[in-house]
């Protein structure tokens, strides 16, 4: 055993670089887990420490020890490139909503809405804030006329803004910190179309761009038509914003809502069309094959062709992962070097991590790189075997089918996981729908569509979105049917995040290990699934000031809600937590109301009781277990409360709430608790919660 031990640790000599990418995101996720931000001293010295105790392991020759220290540095490195991050990106933000206020500044971004739009601008004035606590971005929705302002414009509207929204329930997605990394600093609503106080006569490349994408996606739209053109328009240039909302449910419901987001198949698709047709092309004129290195000519014009799609996409961060994997595999083309490789995968998120860490705590981030490390596992396992078709039409068609089914398979294992924990949700007939769309999305509409873009400076464009349009009917013609089926979605509850790690854990070491030790991650799976089958669940919300509760009844999978009509968002995450049908109707608690009292059974059993005067909500605090008192002004109550009591103000202090039934009794989570007291909640009031009593 200790011999075979051995082998197989040579085996993974040399292997370090594919977890490289993996520790540093461990100290990314060690980074925002924490409650206080940690002194700036923290990542520099821990840097300097396992940087020196690197080098002298390996000068000594430790052997495991040497790969551990090096492991440790990797993950400090993490957490000082997540730490330098936000030091970076920090800019002021509003502490709370405003009245509707003068705003002027640069108009950076518009994105078409069905019925709305939405603008990013850099702000120069609002109201009569000084110029230092300006927020740096904000983002504005403005419905009805809009005005004719374009990207690059100085503007001015009136509008009424609030601090980046905190989460709708503790543990839930963090949207004001994906905002804080995008440097805004308030969302709010525009009640007055922008007027134009400036247009500049060469306006910014970024602003040029962004305007150019916009007149692309206009073009696509009227030439394929206002059901086929977005979802083209969309793979085209990125601006997924006008599509039809049902068609984005049918599309997700089928898994293949990665259509939408420009990624690695788009960015593939588009430079191994280009790679392919220029290398068949200059294959067939004799004097440049036979003394020209006409394969690097093609691998030159592929990275092209990847740079503008990057442009007309939008930038966004899976199309940058998918276009720094292009130019390492084309780049290794041109080095002759292998081009498809794990050591590649891992140098690509290696880049991604640098340059943007809060990316590693993304799901986009997280599913795009578990599908192509799965993926390239599999290519180089199988190419290794030699499991090659190359001989006659049926065969090469045979390899084509296998292959894509193949794909299907290992990139919708590989992602499920992922899908589950962060969206609660399974499509259970993604893959017959991806081996049925994905040969007409991989023939028949993205070649299609880069020569649509190739002819449209000569207006010689619009058959082609004729073609390309036919074919997303057909595919949206077969996601409907597919999406109509019994049972198309599985609806999941929320995961713990130790069953997640465990899972994710043996994906890594499965695809990363050679040696067969790596079989035994299969171990993780039960262990998993019985994380998953003992974490309590919450047996109580309540929403922003107390404006909404929920909770589940006694042997009932159902939610109860005190009012359908209030706070809607935090509902959906309330249902998408416990895996319930989001379009189902509640039942609200005020049928079981009297005068200013309701009162309910939960899980537990507990009983609850909604008071909405001072009186109410003291008799419910001598008979019930948890009282929600709508009031802004306890009087006394939490003095003399034996219940678990939550007011409007307390909740406003300590953001939306959960209460979970355990064997000690209940216990109570808040969002500040979860959030802590980072640059990112500073403009939502969460200050670290205390007092909750009862």
């Given at each position: 055993?200790?011999?075979?031990?051995?082998?197989?640790?040579?085996?993974?000599?040399?292997?370090?670089?594919?977890?490289?990418?993996?520790?540093?995101?461990?100290?990314?996720?060690?980074?925002?887990?924490?409650?206080?931000?940690?002194?700036?001293?923290?990542?520099?010295?821990?840097?300097?420490?396992?940087?020196?105790?690197?080098?002298?392991?390996?000068?000594?020759?430790?052997?495991?020890?040497?790969?551990?220290?090096?492991?440790?540095?990797?993950?400090?490195?993490?957490?000082?490139?997540?730490?330098?991050?936000?030091?970076?990106?920090?800019?002021?933000?509003?502490?709370?909503?405003?009245?509707?206020?003068?705003?002027?500044?640069?108009?950076?971004?518009?994105?078409?809405?069905?019925?709305?739009?939405?603008?990013?601008?850099?702000?120069?004035?609002?109201?009569?804030?000084?110029?230092?606590?300006?927020?740096?971005?904000?983002?504005?929705?403005?419905?009805?006329?809009?005005?004719?302002?374009?990207?690059?414009?100085?503007?001015?509207?009136?509008?009424?803004?609030?601090?980046?929204?905190?989460?709708?329930?503790?543990?839930?997605?963090?949207?004001?910190?994906?905002?804080?990394?995008?440097?805004?600093?308030?969302?709010?609503?525009?009640?007055?179309?922008?007027?134009?106080?400036?247009?500049?006569?060469?306006?910014?490349?970024?602003?040029?761009?962004?305007?150019?994408?916009?007149?692309?996606?206009?073009?696509?739209?009227?030439?394929?038509?206002?059901?086929?053109?977005?979802?083209?328009?969309?793979?085209?240039?990125?601006?997924?914003?006008?599509?039809?909302?049902?068609?984005?449910?049918?599309?997700?419901?089928?898994?293949?809502?990665?259509?939408?987001?420009?990624?690695?198949?788009?960015?593939?698709?588009?430079?191994?069309?280009?790679?392919?047709?220029?290398?068949?092309?200059?294959?067939?004129?004799?004097?440049?094959?036979?003394?020209?290195?006409?394969?690097?000519?093609?691998?030159?014009?592929?990275?092209?062709?990847?740079?503008?799609?990057?442009?007309?996409?939008?930038?966004?961060?899976?199309?940058?992962?998918?276009?720094?994997?292009?130019?390492?595999?084309?780049?290794?083309?041109?080095?002759?070097?292998?081009?498809?490789?794990?050591?590649?995968?891992?140098?690509?998120?290696?880049?991604?991590?640098?340059?943007?860490?809060?990316?590693?705590?993304?799901?986009?981030?997280?599913?795009?790189?578990?599908?192509?490390?799965?993926?390239?596992?599999?290519?180089?396992?199988?190419?290794?075997?030699?499991?090659?078709?190359?001989?006659?039409?049926?065969?090469?068609?045979?390899?084509?089918?296998?292959?894509?089914?193949?794909?299907?398979?290992?990139?919708?294992?590989?992602?499920?996981?992922?899908?589950?924990?962060?969206?609660?949700?399974?499509?259970?007939?993604?893959?017959?729908?991806?081996?049925?769309?994905?040969?007409?999305?991989?023939?028949?509409?993205?070649?299609?569509?880069?020569?649509?873009?190739?002819?449209?400076?000569?207006?010689?464009?619009?058959?082609?979105?004729?073609?390309?349009?036919?074919?997303?009917?057909?595919?949206?013609?077969?996601?409907?049917?597919?999406?109509?089926?019994?049972?198309?979605?599985?609806?999941?509850?929320?995961?713990?995040?130790?069953?997640?790690?465990?899972?994710?854990?043996?994906?890594?070491?499965?695809?990363?290990?050679?040696?067969?030790?790596?079989?035994?991650?299969?171990?993780?799976?039960?262990?998993?699934?019985?994380?998953?089958?003992?974490?309590?669940?919450?047996?109580?919300?309540?929403?922003?000031?107390?404006?909404?509760?929920?909770?589940?009844?006694?042997?009932?999978?159902?939610?109860?809600?005190?009012?359908?009509?209030?706070?809607?968002?935090?509902?959906?995450?309330?249902?998408?937590?416990?895996?319930?049908?989001?379009?189902?109707?509640?039942?609200?608690?005020?049928?079981?109301?009297?005068?200013?009292?309701?009162?309910?059974?939960?899980?537990?059993?507990?009983?609850?009781?909604?008071?909405?005067?001072?009186?109410?909500?003291?008799?419910?605090?001598?008979?019930?277990?948890?009282?929600?008192?709508?009031?802004?002004?306890?009087?006394?109550l939490r003095r003399s409360c034996r219940a678990l009591l939550f007011t409007a103000d307390s909740v406003s202090r300590t953001g939306p709430v959960s209460v979970l039934a355990s064997a000690k009794g209940l216990q109570v989570r808040t969002v500040n608790d979860y959030r802590g007291n980072r640059p990112w909640t500073h403009g939502t009031r969460s200050s670290p919660s205390t007092g909750l009593g009862g």
């Open positions: 055993m200790r011999e075979r031990l051995a082998r197989w640790a040579v085996m993974e000599a040399g292997r370090l670089i594919l977890w490289a990418p993996v520790f540093m995101i461990v100290g990314i996720a060690v980074y925002f887990s924490l409650p206080q931000e940690p002194a700036f001293q923290w990542g520099g010295v821990g840097l300097v420490f396992s940087a020196a105790l690197s080098v002298f392991a390996l000068r000594r020759r430790w052997g495991v020890a040497a790969w551990w220290a090096r492991a440790v540095f990797m993950l400090i490195l993490g957490f000082a490139l997540a730490q330098v991050r936000t030091m970076s990106v920090t800019a002021p933000m509003i502490m709370q909503t405003t009245d509707i206020l003068p705003v002027e500044g640069y108009l950076e971004r518009i994105e078409q809405r069905p019925g709305s739009q939405r603008w990013t601008v850099r702000t120069t004035r609002i109201g009569g804030m000084p110029s230092e606590t300006l927020p740096h971005l904000i983002r504005v929705t403005r419905r009805g006329w809009p005005g004719e302002a374009r990207p690059g414009d100085l503007v001015s509207f009136r509008a009424s803004l609030s601090p980046p929204p905190a989460p709708a329930l503790p543990g839930g997605f963090d949207y004001g910190r994906q905002l804080f990394f995008e440097r805004i600093g308030a969302v709010g609503f525009s009640v007055t179309p922008s007027r134009t106080m400036w247009r500049p006569e060469r306006p910014p490349l970024a602003a040029h761009i962004d305007d150019l994408r916009t007149r692309i996606a206009d073009r696509i739209i009227e030439k394929a038509g206002d059901r086929n053109g977005p979802v083209l328009a969309a793979l085209v240039t990125g601006q997924r914003e006008r599509i039809d909302p049902d068609i984005v449910d049918q599309l997700r419901d089928t898994g293949l809502a990665h259509l939408l987001a420009i990624s690695g198949l788009h960015m593939g698709l588009v430079c191994g069309f280009i790679y392919f047709g220029v290398r068949t092309v200059l294959v067939r004129i004799e004097a440049l094959a036979l003394y020209y290195p006409v394969r690097k000519w093609a691998a030159v014009a592929a990275l092209l062709g990847g740079t503008v799609y990057l442009s007309l996409s939008g930038g966004a961060w899976s199309a940058q992962r998918a276009y720094i994997m292009a130019v390492i595999s084309f780049g290794a083309i041109l080095f002759d070097r292998q081009a498809i490789s794990l050591r590649n995968v891992a140098f690509v998120a290696i880049i991604i991590l640098v340059m943007r860490p809060e990316a590693a705590m993304s799901a986009g981030f997280q599913m795009s790189f578990a599908a192509v490390t799965a993926l390239t596992a599999t290519y180089l396992a199988w190419n290794h075997k030699g499991r090659r078709a190359r001989r006659g039409l049926l065969s090469r068609a045979g390899l084509f089918l296998g292959g894509l089914s193949t794909t299907s398979l290992i990139a919708g294992l590989a992602t499920t996981p992922f899908a589950i924990f962060h969206f609660h949700r399974v499509a259970h007939f993604g893959l017959p729908t991806n081996i049925l769309v994905m040969p007409i999305v991989t023939t028949a509409v993205i070649p299609v569509a880069v020569l649509g873009l190739m002819a449209m400076p000569f207006g010689l464009d619009g058959p082609f979105w004729w073609v390309a349009a036919t074919s997303i009917e057909v595919v949206l013609t077969i996601t409907g049917k597919m999406a109509a089926l019994p049972h198309a979605v599985g609806l999941v509850p929320q995961w713990p995040g130790s069953a997640f790690v465990l899972l994710v854990g043996a994906l890594l070491a499965l695809c990363l290990l050679r040696a067969p030790w790596r079989w035994a991650s299969a171990a993780a799976l039960p262990v998993a699934f019985l994380l998953v089958w003992m974490t309590p669940r919450p047996v109580l919300f309540v929403a922003e000031e107390a404006a909404n509760v929920g909770f589940r009844p006694p042997a009932v999978q159902t939610l109860h809600v005190a009012n359908r009509r209030r706070e809607r968002f935090a509902m959906t995450q309330w249902r998408h937590y416990f895996g319930l049908d989001p379009d189902a109707r509640l039942s609200a608690l005020t049928d079981l109301c009297r005068e200013d009292r309701c009162q309910a059974e939960m899980e537990g059993p507990y009983r609850l009781s909604v008071a909405t005067t001072s009186e109410a909500a003291a008799l419910a605090c001598r008979e019930d277990d948890v009282v929600i008192a709508v009031l802004w002004e306890e009087r006394g």
